[in-house]
């Protein structure tokens, strides 16, 4: 068969109808729900059906209204009150944007008569909101922040964010009406935060329209015309012509605002000709006043005269007091310069009477306002007295609660006692036991231990001083060649290490048994200077440079004790330094403490040996330089001695860069 031209053209006709119907709303998030209904039943199919017809709203309301209408029969058979008035709230959204308020008035009242059988805070809260917008478009704007401010609470109480966004949004846009700008912004931008936090770009966008209007209105026309761009773009990208007819229309306002009449004109044909695809006559009557004014402005009076015309007749049939009192106000002015002098007065008392009735409102809202803030607060008192009420009474009932379950409680926890209470003292007379031989193990062990240092310090320590006194006699008793020099050397140097290891185990044995210090005055720059001089020969040996830099103080310590500690940290300085080295002793007063500083140029210690610096019996990397001996007791001994005089050690260090010993200790 051969398609004629007109074929053709019928075919390109059906195929706009089909994909009609697809333009200005979210198609993907639409394909999503259908598919999804394909395998649905019951409730959740009447769920997906309303959600499915909340997506035409705008720009196919006959659609929403179809698709609610399924949802309700499958809720009604299925008894789904909270479906069913959440099918009627859209539903009165759709009669809204048919340009039918009084049916989506009655459809509001049975969502809201639905909602509230079944306690359903959500849909009540829409329901006021959905009302109090369309008693906006009526101008009046008492009952209109009576019913946003119920939804409001509603929302807030049922902490639904998404309805938070609406209820601001309907706010903001009645303190703009009464010039609150400010209220209007920090409801506006309250709305757009929320729709950012929940990631919904068409909330986000109407957001953005919302407060960009605001900027044009308030003077801050580059902060308008970027939100209104950024809301455009996003429009464009989801496709939705509803929306975008709506910023369009904004934008043409922005423009007229800052005179750039050929840019408004632009963005107003832009959004006339968007909404004369679609079916949603709500912002018709909006966008002919713009055109109106527009080509007024141009002085093309001919051209503006039927735009202000449609304008007055859809805001009249719609009864959108506000746009109609503008319109007027236009057409009184239009008729004026066209010499039309009778019509210019019609409308101009008109004007008069529509203004006078906005002016009533705005009276009947702060009185409205002021009534209702007063019924919340003493709502809020009535609730407050509720809630303590039943506090008091729970407080009662647990308390009662508690005196049923204590008796019981009280015995278990008797028993309990009584029986952990026995097998307590069994225990604790087993460890008793355990522990008196434990003692006794461990005073036999002590007294073997005193033995072994009884041992140590008269059956090793005589023998090895008797030969290291023959050992140094030696040389003056006889001629020894270099051989038995050598031999002789190294049992002097054998016998010196034995009696070195034995003194300080020796002393580790007395520390361990004395337990508190033989406090007395001691001199500081009297004792180290002493000590400097006693370390000079053993210095010179090794060609080391001692150096001294003493601040006096005198301090309630143990003499032996320091002394001892410094005789460990200067020897130690001198056996780990290599020849010509410098080793620097250092005292000062800091507060109320004296600190002693050995710093010399050794090899320094690693990470690993600061670990165990202090340890007994530990091997470090570092090693004397000229073949001294070393026990790994010496500074064990230091760090135990300064503890006990009530003061710390502290060690700093790097490889390669020497090492510095410093003691604190209290000056009284």
Known sequence: MKITFPHRILLVGLLIAMIQPLLAQNTVRIFELKKKLKTSKGVEKSVLLNQIGFEFRTSHPDSTLHYCRLALKISRVEKAYVPMAESYNFMGLADLYKGAPKEALKKYDSAFQLAESVSDTVQMAH?????????????????????????????????????????????????????????ALAMARKALALRQAAREPYGIITAKNQIGSLYEITGDFTQAESLLREAEEMASNLEDEALLAEIKLALGQLYLHTGSLTKALSEGFRAENILKRLS??????????????????????????????AAENDSRKYKQLELQTEATFYLAQLYGLQGANAKALVYQNQYKQLNDSLKNSELALQAEKFNFQLEIERNQQENELLKAIEQKNQATIRFQRYLNLGALLILIIVGTFSYFLWRSAKARKLINQKLKVQNHKLRELNEEKDSLMGVVAHDLKTPLTNIKSISD??????????????????????????????DELLEIHTLENTLSPNVSTVSLSTMLQKKVESFQSAADLKSIRLIS????????????????????????????????????????ITDDEAWISIKDEGPGFTEEDKGKVFQKFKKLSARPTAGESSNGLGLSIVKTLVERMKGNIVLLSDPGKGSEFIIRLPLK
């Open 280 to 309: 949603s006559t709500r912002l018709v009557g909006k966008s002919n006043l713009l055109l109106g004014e527009i080509l007024l402005k141009q002085k093309q009076l001919k051209e503006a005269l039927p735009f202000l015309l």
């Open 549 to 588: 830099e003493i601040q006096n103080a005198e301090l309630n310590t143990d003499a032996d004790w320091l002394g001892r500690s410094l005789d460990n940290l200067i020897s130690n300085a001198i056996k780990f330094s290599p020849r010509q080295a410098t080793v620097t002793l250092r005292s000062g």
């Open 473 to 502: 006699l030696l040389p003056a008793v006889a001629t020894l060649s270099k051989k038995q020099e050598d031999f002789v050397g190294l049992i002097q140097k054998s016998t010196a290490a034995g009696l070195t290891l034995i």
């Open 127 to 183: 329901a006021y909101n959905n009302t109090g917008r369309l008693f906006f478009e009526w101008a009046d704007l008492a009952k209109a922040y009576e019913n946003f401010s119920k939804a409001r609470l509603y929302f807030e109480s049922a902490q639904d964010t998404a309805g938070m966004a609406y209820a601001y949004r309907s706010l903001s846009d009645l303190f703009k009406s009464q010039h609150d700008y400010e209220n």
